[in-house]
């Protein structure tokens, strides 16, 4: 079975932090990405890693607050969320993908979605 299982959403006060899970079964994939979608607005891309290097993409919004990290060994993809604010109020979406299209920021470039898991930032 082909699965993306995300955890770790709360309730978090601003200036906070958080660390989100995403445990990948069924498949082996190439690169591994996060996305959040708040209320009313498009899906956006939070950051990216390859699944053998590790090598790591973030949007600016993600740059120098959010890390990515994944443990191979475990099937375990991470978000470790620092600083946060009520801008990053979400749900969030892990994203694997089983080959490299041109961008790791694109939605449609990747195929298997996890179910979303919601943070939200207190004022």
């Known amino acids: 079975q082909v699965q993306l299982v995300e955890s770790g959403g709360g309730l978090v006060q601003a200036g906070g932090s958080l660390r989100l899970s995403c445990v990948v079964s069924g498949h082996t994939f190439t690169h591994y990405a996060w996305f959040r979608q708040a209320p009313g607005k498009e899906r956006e891309f939070v950051g990216s890693?390859?699944?053998?290097?590790?090598?790591?993409s973030y949007a600016d919004s993600a740059k120098g607050r959010f890390t990515i990290s994944r443990d191979n060994g475990k099937n375990v993809l991470f978000l470790h969320m620092e600083s946060l604010k009520s801008e990053d109020t979400a749900v969030y979406y892990c994203a694997a993908a089983t080959s490299y299209r041109g961008s790791y920021s694109v939605i449609g470039n990747y195929d298997v979605w996890g179910q979303g898991t919601q943070v939200t930032v207190s004022s």
């Open positions: 890693i390859t699944k053998s290097v590790g090598s790591t």
